[in-house]
């Protein structure tokens, strides 16, 4: 415990003073180490003439999206769907080609794509009709993507099989001819099914320029979670000479993980120590007013044949209680282990809620030190009271440490 060094004026005959306290029953030990929610202010009655009356609501209106609209619960069933397909497959009525990589091309039906996407439907009232045929081309993309695509728009279907196959194609082309219902099933489909180390790298890039937040973010943490193995990828290496700019951003994301990670250790490691001291308070309590095997209050018979202490840090307590007790040298800069314990000691002493009838010994007395302590070292005494306090209060009333404890 780090705590100021003090000089205490009755160091001669502490000894005395202190063994006054206890019935000791001969034990060889070696001495151990303790480790209104503010309220809007609120017009008077007489500011009330300066607020001008409201007007008059606007007249409802009913237009044709709000008749249109409606209930977003419903069941589709699988002949609806298939209905949807066989309109696809068959091409009845269709009044588009769509032209395809190596001059294929797909027919299909302006009104469904103009209803399933913005983007065609532009693309229809922008095309010119030529003998009751629209005409469009979807290029870059190979031919069975574009069936995918345009079979997703009339049915919302697809195979699994071309889904692990052109998934990339397809997120490009929700994205280009704006489908979210696609994109979702895309994004869904690669966080749990298509990634691997791999090829991490490259859907991360595909995602920023597909505007797939989610899938970026998931993207990132694989990366994060797995940064040694993926940064000798080929993707990684790639993306190192094209994309310089992600590559600090995911290095940096990586030191700040690293960063908050080992501050959560520290802390977690800080709050372990308080908790023992916590525990040591509760221990030398204990000890003290009720007895434990060996050693106790001179009013207290002690037991030989007791129960095991609840109380964790008794045993390191003990054997430091009966050091101190013997102890030649005893003055605060001589020994270690009767440093520390004028140390527990004095935080007791601050912590204590009735010090009149205390059974610690040198509670009074410290008490009374207290009151003549610099400011410095009085500050750093209560900053290590209020964060013994704050561990403590960590554990909830619940805890089975703390039940241990009481």
């Keep these: 415990m780090a705590s100021p060094d003090v000089d205490y004026p009755w160091s001669s005959s502490a000894g005395e003073t202190f063994c006054g306290y206890f019935n000791m029953q001969l034990e060889e030990a070696d001495p151990a180490d303790i480790s209104s929610a503010l309220e809007s202010p609120t017009p008077s009655s007489s500011n009330n003439y300066n607020i001008p009356k409201p007007p008059s609501p606007p007249v409802k209106t009913f237009t044709r999206s709000n008749r249109a609209r409606l209930p977003d619960c419903s069941s589709v069933p699988r002949e609806t769907k298939q209905t949807w397909d066989s309109l696809f497959m068959d091409g009845y009525g269709a009044d588009v080609y ?5 001059n294929s091309f797909i027919m299909a039906h302006s009104s469904i794509l103009s209803a399933a996407s913005p983007v065609l439907r532009n693309i229809m009232y922008q095309s010119t009709v030529m003998n009751g045929m629209r005409y469009m081309r979807i290029p870059g993309v190979p031919s069975e993507a574009v069936q995918a695509f345009i079979r997703f728009l009339y049915s919302s279907c697809y195979e699994e099989e071309t889904m692990t ?9 929700s994205h280009s001819y704006s489908v979210p219902s696609l994109k979702r099933v895309c994004t869904h489909y690669l966080e749990y099914h298509w990634l ?9 890039q595909l995602a920023r320029y597909c505007d797939a937040p989610r899938l970026s973010l998931f993207c990132i943490r694989m ?14 290496k790639v993306m190192k000479r094209a994309n310089p700019a992600l590559e ?3 290095l940096e994301a990586v030191v700040e993980v690293d960063s908050r990670k080992q501050e959560r250790l520290r802390k977690m ?17 204990h000890i003290c007013r009720d007895g434990c095997r060996t050693i106790g209050p001179r009013d207290k ?5 007791q129960p095991v202490c609840g109380f964790p840090a008794c045993k390191g307590l003990e054997t430091l209680v009966r050091h101190f007790a013997s102890c030649k040298v005893r003055v605060p800069g001589g020994c270690v282990h009767c440093k520390r314990m004028w140390q527990l000691l004095e935080l007791h002493s601050r912590m204590c809620t009735e010090p009149d009838d205390c059974k610690v010994p040198l509670c009074r007395q410290f008490r009374v030190k207290i009151r003549h302590q610099s400011k410095k070292d009085d500050s750093k005494w209560k900053m290590l009271v209020n964060k013994v306090i704050a561990a403590k209060n960590t554990l909830g009333p619940f805890s089975a440490r703390c039940s241990g404890l009481l």
């Design 98 to 102: 769509i032209f395809m990589e190596e």
């Design 165 to 173: 196959k052109y998934v990339l194609h397809l997120l490009i082309l």
């Design 196 to 204: 691997t180390k791999e090829n991490v790298v490259d859907v991360l």
């Design 223 to 236: 990366v994060l979670k797995d940064f040694k193995s993926i940064s000798l990828t080929e993707g990684w």
């Design 248 to 250: 600090q951003e995911l």
């Design 269 to 285: 490691e800080e709050r372990q120590v308080y908790l023992q001291l916590y525990e040591a308070m509760e221990a030398l309590l």
């Design 301 to 305: 018979l002690l037991i030989a044949s």
